[in-house]
């Protein structure tokens, strides 16, 4: 295993007005490279967004996760994207570490076809963002061809996905601003956003959730289903906002520690095996 490899993307915040200088994104690995002993496997990769209301990282849902994924033989990437950023930079940085990710594929031993994302609250805001806009006119606007920075799958795990009636006021206004215009708040409410060409998604939340309310993935799966996205989704009664793991690796107290919850990785891990690693 190769863990925390760190890299530098290189991103064109020029091309929206933004100084390149303010931000530092870093993409992490924990990744199993070939081994002669194991051979070429080309393992499916998940590129991590941590959440924290764009104004922090949560550790919780960095590293103890890509360990977890890796233990399953599932390559992972960290990416410590930018906060207190204004929208879209956070976006570009993901979308330029899935390129990073594609065009460096054979070096870790990865199926460029086999690209997910995996984001928590905010992170799943960021995740759910380029899901949906990966190939919409906005983007394209920026930074042209867009094929090599789509993502072939999401899991979003209490995501933060409307500016609407059951936002999470503090994750908008972080991207937005206090004053944000209708265009803006259009766009960055992802259950408006959704398409065809949104990649299959595996989605969990708490009914309890008093943070992010769950209609935010409620209503993302009612979209998935009308434009017919394939999708797995879990609600699970109780447990409230923030699990990361659910158990014992990664609870800051007691209540972050739910095994109902923790069943989560499993059932995800189950869905990739599916979904990217069985012959159809």
């Known amino acids: ?3 925390l ?11 929206v007005g933004l100084n390149p200088k303010n931000f530092q994104p870093e993409l992490e690995t924990v990744t199993l490279k070939f081994s002669p002993e194991i051979g070429i496997r080309k393992r499916p990769a998940v590129i ?3 959440g924290g209301g764009y104004e922090y990282l949560s550790d919780r849902e960095t590293l103890p996760v890509a360990m977890r994924f890796a233990s399953h033989g599932i390559n992972a990437f960290i990416l410590r994207y930018s906060i207190n950023s204004p929208f879209p930079a956070a976006l570009l940085e993901l979308a330029y570490a899935v390129k990073y990710v594609r065009e460096n594929a054979e070096k870790y031993d990865i199926d460029p076809d086999k690209i997910l994302l995996c984001g928590f609250s905010a992170g799943g805001h960021l995740t759910a963002s380029l ?3 990966w190939n919409s006119k906005y983007l394209h606007s920026i930074i042209g061809s867009t094929e090599m920075f789509k993502p072939n799958g999401m899991i979003l795990c209490y995501p933060v996905i409307t500016s609407g009636k059951y936002r999470h006021k503090g994750s908008i206004e972080s991207i937005l601003g206090k004053n944000p215009s209708e265009k803006m708040l259009e766009l960055v409410s992802l259950e ?3 398409s065809g060409k949104t990649p299959k998604t595996f989605i969990w939340h708490c009914s309890d959730d008093q943070t992010v309310p769950v209609e935010n993935t409620i209503n993302f799966t009612k979209a998935l289903s009308q434009y017919k996205v394939p999708f ?3 609600i699970f009664p109780y447990g409230g906002h923030g699990l990361a793991l659910a158990d014992e690796s990664t609870a800051k107290h007691e209540g ?15 869905w990739i095996k599916r979904e990217f690693m069985t012959e159809k």
């Open 1 to 3: 295993m190769n863990s």
């Open 131 to 133: 899901g949906t806009l």
């Open 5 to 15: 490899e760190k890299i530098s993307l290189k991103i064109p915040y020029e091309k």
């Open 192 to 194: 408006k956003q959704v």
């Open 48 to 50: 991590i967004c941590p």
């Open 232 to 234: 797995e989704c879990h």
């Open 256 to 270: 972050h520690i739910n095994t109902e919850c923790a069943q989560w990785t499993k059932l995800a891990v189950e």
